[in-house]
């Protein structure tokens, strides 16, 4: 079972609708989480964090944690062409992962239609 | 925004040259990160750097060598390219552990 893991996709979406993208980990010790977007050809930008259980909110951006069930989602609300992109999501684990703890998921590829 | 610079941006390269690639913080950030990334496929990390003279290996098996001598600095040195170091490298760093902010990165291109 591999530490952090996403669907690859693609998660194909219609403009104006709510994607989620999900993530799951294997470490009930793991403390941190993140999520990053990467369009194709780009390096990663972190969009978001959260360290604690529920939910967390910027703009139309959610972060969801539910440590119970080792899941970390991520909502964008009212789609937009431009959310088109991969997310990585990002665990600091609380035994093994990374050789520096952070591990990322492979990412899943999210395509907004318009 | 995080200021992290790389450089080059782009580089072609024929084999057995040595190269070096360059990355750079003005954030004071103590720990800083080496990724190789290819199109499509996850990020693996290569090296680390916890602060100055300090510096580890990542998970991913590299044929390659990094320095910590200043803060703000962290290049790392291919010292006989190969076609198999055709790749993105994405450097990063951070306050803490985490969370990590990326460069730019360099796309490589090893003939």
């Known amino acids: 079972q591999k530490e952090v893991e996403q669907n690859s996709g693609p998660l194909s979406v219609p403009e104006g609708a709510i994607a989620s993208l999900n993530c799951t980990y294997s470490d009930r010790g793991s403390q941190s989480f993140f999520w990053y977007r990467q369009y194709s050809g780009k390096s990663p930008e972190l969009i978001m964090s959260i360290y604690s259980n529920g939910d967390k909110e910027d703009g139309r951006f959610t972060a969801q944690l539910n440590k119970a069930s080792q899941y970390v989602s991520l909502l964008i609300r009212d789609s937009q062409p431009s959310d088109s992109a991969t997310y990585l999501c990002a665990v600091k684990l609380g035994s093994g992962g990374g050789a520096d703890g952070l591990t990322f998921g492979k990412g899943t590829h999210l395509i907004i239609q318009p | 925004e995080a200021d992290i610079y790389q450089t080059p941006r782009y580089l072609v390269i024929g084999t057995g040259k040595k190269i070096t690639l360059e990355c750079s913080q003005t954030m004071g950030h103590d720990k800083m990160y080496w990724y190789q990334q290819d199109p499509g496929m996850e990020l693996h990390l290569i090296h680390y750097?916890?602060?100055?003279?300090?510096?580890e290996k990542g998970d991913l098996s590299s044929e390659s060598t990094v320095s910590r001598i200043r803060t703000e600095h962290f290049p790392l040195t291919l010292e006989s390219a190969r076609p198999s170091h055709t790749s993105q490298y994405l450097c990063a760093s951070s306050l803490t552990a985490d969370p990590r902010y990326f460069g730019p990165g360099t796309r490589l291109l090893v003939l």
């Open positions: 750097s916890y602060g100055v003279n300090s510096t």
